[in-house]
């Protein structure tokens, strides 16, 4: 029975473990949120040590053939579109790892005609003797399509399900195969049978009340626990940001996750599931992912570009955009010169003053935490 089969009786009587996290989600009837934020810390020493992974998102392709309507990517957008070649990835790759980065997540639309069969794993096949640790977030696939995309040298995905709430799901999802629920909700399952021994899991806080996402969001997690228990986890609570199509966005008073609120997150996740790993993105203000290094957050992205080639320009000579599936040739290039982002970052800091910053606060930066030589014989 997949989760998609008990979520939502799991929203009508949620589980011990879920009740247990929504009364620490309350401060006034919980702990208090400082004494909750110290107990997330010693708990992240005890079984993290002083470490921080650090990551980068490595975007391949910006085409997608879903309309969301939150997402800078989104099929009808007028954006300009760009797939780079598999030297341009690795082009790109090579000036993540100059900069210190072993630990690299493939981002793409999806997009079947652009992101072809055979594409990711040529970019793999390419990226494995550079980059040890190799992730990917793309369109949902089959337990057989994950399976080849392992034994091509990737080891972790990446899969978030934007909103827990069906309802304002389908309304945000108004066209492509991403308009289905239940098969993104099941992802996570399907890429634990292909094989991954990574698994990122999330929402998109801002789409949803946030407590209820919160909750919906334990209880996937506790689920995947018990039924894939030979891999690990982590989650992330990115918070919505301005985006192609929509740069003047402005949370909705009623759906916003206030700060106060996203460190109880943090803390909260970490009381109930001691073992998971905490990611914070670029998503959130500097200031703020100071706060939190130290509280139970286990990696961080740094010097992050969201758009195709957005770290060296590889693939600016291939800008065009997409109608109805249809590449079109743009008239000039004129004042063009990259792919449009799919949203704005918040953290604009460099990779290096981010683990300066981490290391003042006596955290260990890891650029590199797996070799396939831990695997030889």
């Not at 899969?159 to 909700?185: C, I, M, N």
């Not at 690990?232 to 759906?255: C, E, H, I, K, W």
Request: proline share 5%.
């Amino acid at each position: 029975m997949a989760f998609a089969d008990i979520f939502p009786d799991l929203l009508e009587r949620p589980t011990p473990l879920m009740r247990r996290f929504g009364r620490l989600l309350d401060a006034e009837a919980g702990e208090g949120l400082e004494a909750l934020a110290r107990r997330s810390q010693q708990l992240t020493r005890r079984h993290f040590g002083n470490t921080m992974r650090l990551f980068a998102p490595l975007y391949v392709s910006n085409e997608c053939v879903n309309n969301c309507s939150y997402c800078g990517f989104s099929r009808d957008a007028a954006i300009l579109r760009s797939t780079l070649s598999v030297e341009h990835v690795v082009r790109e790759a090579r000036h993540l790892h100059a900069l210190g980065f072993r630990n690299l997540l493939l981002v793409a639309g999806e997009h079947p005609k652009f992101v072809s069969d055979g594409y990711l794993q040529r970019c793999l096949d390419a990226l494995a003797p550079l980059i040890p640790t190799l992730a990917i977030e793309v369109g949902p696939m089959e337990d057989a399509q994950y399976a080849e995309i392992v034994r091509h040298g990737a080891e972790g995905l990446v899969v978030y399900q934007e909103t827990y709430d069906r309802q304002v799901y389908q309304s945000l999802h108004t066209a492509g195969p991403k308009r289905d629920f239940d098969w993104r909700l099941n992802c996570p399952e399907r890429a634990y049978g292909g094989g991954f021994r990574r698994i990122g899991i999330g929402a998109l806080f801002g789409l949803a009340p946030w407590r209820s996402e919160a909750m919906a969001l334990c209880g996937h997690l506790e689920y995947l626990y018990k039924h894939c228990w030979k891999a690990q986890f982590t989650v992330s609570f990115p918070r919505m940001r301005p985006y192609a199509g929509n740069y003047q966005y402005q949370p909705d008073p009623a759906l916003l996750l206030p700060d106060r609120a996203y460190v109880s997150l943090i803390a909260a996740f970490r009381v109930i599931f001691p073992h998971v790993g905490i990611v914070v993105s670029t998503r959130e203000p500097a200031p703020l992912r100071d706060a939190v290094a130290g509280l139970g957050v286990t990696h961080m992205s740094a010097g992050v570009r969201t758009e195709p080639g957005g770290y060296t320009g590889a693939g600016s000579e291939d800008l065009h955009l997409t109608v109805k599936g249809r590449r079109v040739e743009l008239a000039s290039h004129s004042g063009c010169d990259k792919a449009t982002e799919q949203f704005q970052i918040s953290d604009t800091r460099s990779s290096v003053e981010v683990a300066a910053m981490l290391r003042a606060q006596h955290l260990d930066v890891v650029w590199k935490d797996w070799d396939e030589a831990l695997l030889a014989r």
